[in-house]
């Protein structure tokens, strides 16, 4: 009797496809991409506010066009998945000593969220929204 | 007491006669209580003598028994069959290479093992008639979670950075370099760090998460490699701190760095 394993090959393109957990991490990666998207975005947009009111206006007319609010929504899902899934695995790297145990981990998941909704509500106020 | 019966898929590979792995279907008459093992020893011992599979224990202790069951890492002890449709599909361990049927190669890990230096390292032993060295529980808690492997290697199975490049060291040792280095009489952190903080150490992983949810164990791997990439930041900022000043905060924050 021989050795001759078999090697079972990896396909390095369709290999997240194969159960819902990897789904999940590379739509975790993906939404990288529309937050990066929107941070350029927002950096194009000090750009123009620079270079005058006229760039300024056209660059504001430019948001309310379809294919902007499009992307917009996307981002805000994108964005607010990423956070999401950020959030929840925290407690992973995130290791708090309280006497002789551990902060359990879900007070640190929702330590997050309670400050990122703190967070967004001062935003929303300081910009008149609310 | 009920009974039931599966159709049991196994994907079969004879090193000697086979091209390739295939699929055989075992009808199985199964009792209410029983793991898939169960129904993969009734295959052995009624249907087909000639299928080879690991397994010791029966009751997650050994770590012998791990496959893909429905395409899942599980310990085939651990997986009741009643928690399953009529068809249940096994399949060895993914990502590492078939030897027989149900028995993977497991040489990688095993090499990849000692690189780690998984064991206590001391700068000086200190003399026998001083006695034991002392741990109080909450130094034991610090680092008894990830001592609790049984190096099933499901964690192998489910991570898919391990599955892409195979230099990756993995999620099971790294955990078990973790655990020396928590551990208040081990001073071997530096040496390990040449693993572990290496490229195909912790940076290889990308936080998918998958080994700490198939671990049958609890010990979280995922948790251990992301203190150890905080960890090993750290010490790059250290480092490169001037005038020695990295090495003086490590050796007065982090006393048991010391060890050469």
């Known amino acids: 009797m021989s050795r001759n394993p078999y090697v079972r090959t990896v396909s390095?393109?369709?290999?997240?496809?194969?159960?819902?957990?990897?789904?999940?991490?590379?739509?975790?990666?993906?939404?990288?991409l529309f937050i990066g998207l929107y941070m350029a975005g927002l950096a194009m947009s000090l750009m123009r506010l620079a270079q005058g009111p006229?760039?300024?206006?056209?660059?504001?007319?430019?948001?309310?066009s379809p294919v902007a609010l499009v992307f917009h929504a996307l981002a805000f899902v994108f964005a607010t998945y990423h956070a999401?899934?950020?959030?929840?695995?925290?407690?992973?790297?995130?290791r708090i000593r309280r006497g002789d145990d551990y902060v359990p981990g879900p007070l640190i998941v929702r330590a997050h969220y309670i400050l990122w909704g703190v967070v967004s509500l001062v935003i929303l106020v300081f910009v008149g929204v609310l | 007491m009920s009974e039931r019966t599966i159709e049991l898929e196994i994907l079969r590979y004879n090193p000697d006669t086979d091209e390739a792995p295939w699929k055989q279907t075992f009808t199985v008459?199964?009792?209410?209580?029983?793991?898939?093992?169960?129904?993969i020893n009734y295959v052995k011992d009624h249907l087909d003598s000639s299928l080879s599979y690991r397994w010791s224990?029966?009751?997650?202790?050994?770590?012998?028994?791990?496959?893909m069951i429905n395409g899942e890492p599980m310990l085939s002890c651990k997986a009741f069959i009643r928690d399953y449709g009529r068809k249940i599909r096994v399949e060895p361990l993914s990502h590492f290479p078939i030897e027989r049927d149900l028995v993977v190669v497991l040489d990688d890990v095993m090499e990849k093992l000692p690189r780690v230096k998984p064991y206590i390292i001391r700068d000086e032993e200190k003399?026998?008639?001083?006695?034991?060295?002392?741990?109080?529980?909450?130094?034991?808690?610090?680092?008894?979670?990830?001592s609790m492997c049984i190096n099933c290697l499901l964690c192998y199975a489910a991570c898919p950075q391990y599955?892409?490049?195979?230099?990756?060291?993995?999620?099971?040792?790294?955990?078990?370099?973790?655990?020396?280095?928590?551990?208040?009489?081990?001073?071997?952190?530096?040496?390990?760090?040449?693993?572990?903080?290496a490229h195909e150490g912790v940076w290889e992983c990308s936080f998918v998460g998958a080994c700490s949810e198939v671990c049958p164990k609890a010990v979280d791997p995922a948790a251990a490699i992301q203190q150890m990439k905080i960890a090993s930041t750290m010490d790059w900022y250290l480092d490169?701190?001037?005038?020695?000043?990295g090495t003086r905060i490590k050796t007065t924050l982090m006393p048991r760095r010391t060890a050469k």
């Open chain 1, 54 to 64: 006229k760039a300024w206006d056209a660059y504001v007319d430019g948001l309310s």
């Open chain 1, 84 to 94: 999401m899934s950020w959030f929840n695995v925290t407690p992973k790297a995130m």
């Open chain 2, 240 to 245: 490169r701190l001037p005038a020695g000043l």
């Open chain 1, 12 to 32: 390095p393109t369709t290999w997240y496809m194969r159960n819902g957990r990897y789904i999940r991490y590379i739509l975790r990666e993906v939404s990288s």
């Open chain 2, 163 to 197: 599955g892409l490049n195979e230099e990756f060291i993995g999620p099971a040792v790294l955990a078990l370099a973790h655990r020396y280095n928590k551990d208040s009489r081990d001073e071997g952190r530096d040496q390990r760090e040449e693993i572990t903080a």
């Open chain 2, 29 to 39: 008459p199964c009792q209410e209580e029983w793991v898939v093992l169960d129904a």
């Open chain 2, 57 to 67: 224990c029966h009751m997650a202790v050994c770590g012998s028994c791990g496959m």
């Open chain 2, 127 to 146: 003399p026998v008639e001083e006695g034991e060295y002392k741990q109080t529980p909450t130094e034991l808690y610090e680092f008894k979670q990830y």
